[in-house]
């Protein structure tokens, strides 16, 4: 029972922490009450002196292009420093390893780390990297990894290396749609996909020989594949020797008289696999029901 509640508690921690080191990295925010004239001047090098919290910020309007800044700001909300406008837009993950936090956005190309001891931001785009859009972001203290995304119905490019050796930049091929969630175990990354049909794939990489090991498609009934459109970076997770798969279901219920809008409903299972030959071994039901109604 304990190892049961422990693994549990795991998997939500995975789910909903944030990353700390001596500062916060965290994806956005948004505040539609900020007073452009109150932020601090807009610098190449973050001031993290004082800082709480480094947050990447996207906006978009009719008349120019998606741009973003980083910014700092302390445990009181109050802003303290600002970067220059960079090619930032919808931030989809922020990781944190050590002093090193790594950006990926959905909407634009460009990717950078941001060191928050000294401000410092750095482009961390490979030099023979194709074009495209990033989903999924993984990193620690020997990987940090991240995919490319030029086309639904064609195989993605992954980006990676060892955050000590940041220009020593390695990129391979995965197949079967975009990356839903990377896990790193002992130099191999496991990495789930999502082709459009919403069909899940799960891969074995070496890392050190940059191979696919193996793929499979997961043999999945109707009611457990992620019933969405694009993919939802995923929990994936090595536990006792077993890896595990978490996936959902989305089921949207029509307005009805009591209910202005529909509702979706998410529920979902955990996928024991083999590590080896990324067989299923069992499902385990979880019992947590979200009931999310839109306005």
Same mark, same amino acid.
């Given at each position: #029972?304990?190892?049961?509640?422990?693994?549990?508690?795991?998997?939500?921690?995975?789910?909903?922490?944030?990353?700390?080191?001596?500062?916060?990295? $965290?994806?956005?925010?948004?505040?539609?009450?900020? /007073?452009?004239?109150?932020?601090?001047?807009?610098?190449?090098?973050?001031?993290?002196?004082?800082?709480?919290?480094?947050?990447?910020?996207?906006?978009?309007?009719?008349?120019?292009?998606?741009?973003? $800044?980083?910014?700092?700001?302390? !445990?009181?909300?109050?802003?303290?420093?600002?970067?220059?406008?960079?090619?930032?837009?919808?931030?989809?993950?922020?990781?944190?390893?050590?002093?090193?936090?790594?950006?990926?956005?959905?909407?634009?190309?460009?990717?950078?780390?941001?060191?928050?001891?000294?401000?410092?931001?750095?482009?961390?785009?490979?030099?023979?990297?194709?074009?495209?859009?990033?989903?999924?972001?993984?990193?620690?203290?020997?990987?940090?990894?991240?995919?490319?995304?030029?086309?639904?119905? !064609?195989?993605?490019?992954?980006?990676?290396?060892?955050? !000590?050796?940041?220009?020593?930049?390695?990129? #391979?091929?995965?197949?079967?749609?975009?990356?839903?969630?990377?896990?790193?175990?002992?130099?191999?990354?496991?990495?789930?996909?999502?082709?459009?049909?919403?069909?899940?794939?799960?891969?074995?990489?070496?890392?050190?020989?940059?191979?696919?090991? /193996?793929?499979?498609?997961?043999? =999945?009934?109707?009611?457990?594949?992620?019933?969405?459109?694009?993919?939802?970076?995923?929990?994936?997770?090595?536990?006792?020797? !077993?890896?595990?798969?978490?996936?959902?279901?989305?089921?949207?219920?029509?307005?009805?008289?009591?209910?202005?809008?529909?509702?979706?409903?998410?529920?979902?299972? =955990?996928?024991?696999?083999?590590?080896?030959?990324?067989?299923?071994?069992?499902?385990?039901?979880? #019992?947590?029901?979200?009931?999310?109604?839109?306005?």
């Amino acid at each position: #029972m304990k190892k049961k509640l422990l693994f549990f508690s795991i998997i939500i921690l995975i789910v909903l922490s944030v990353i700390i080191f001596k500062m916060y990295a $965290s994806d956005y925010v948004a505040d539609e009450n900020i /007073n452009q004239e109150e932020l601090p001047p807009a610098k190449d090098v973050l001031n993290v002196k004082n800082g709480k919290y480094v947050l990447a910020f996207s906006e978009a309007n009719d008349t120019r292009e998606n741009k973003g $800044s980083f910014f700092v700001i302390n !445990k009181e909300g109050v802003y303290l420093s600002r970067s220059k406008e960079l090619d930032i837009s919808s931030p989809i993950a922020f990781k944190q390893q050590g002093n090193e936090a790594y950006l990926v956005n959905n909407s634009s190309n460009k990717r950078y780390s941001v060191n928050l001891a000294s401000g410092e931001i750095k482009n961390i785009e490979a030099k023979k990297q194709n074009d495209g859009q990033s989903f999924t972001l993984y990193a620690n203290e020997e990987y940090v990894i991240y995919d490319v995304a030029n086309d639904y119905n !064609k195989n993605q490019q992954l980006v990676y290396w060892n955050p !000590k050796t940041p220009e020593d930049k390695k990129i #391979m091929t995965i197949p079967n749609g975009f990356a839903q969630s990377i896990y790193v175990y002992n130099d191999v990354a496991y990495i789930t996909t999502s082709d459009p049909d919403a069909i899940e794939y799960v891969h074995q990489v070496n890392l050190k020989t940059g191979k696919l090991l /193996n793929s499979k498609k997961l043999k =999945l009934k109707s009611e457990e594949y992620t019933q969405n459109g694009l993919p939802s970076n995923q929990s994936i997770i090595m536990f006792n020797k !077993k890896l595990y798969v978490a996936v959902t279901k989305t089921t949207v219920i029509p307005a009805t008289e009591n209910y202005e809008s529909d509702v979706d409903e998410y529920a979902g299972r =955990l996928i024991q696999l083999n590590p080896k030959t990324l067989e299923i071994e069992k499902k385990l039901q979880l #019992m947590i029901k979200i009931s999310i109604r839109i306005h």
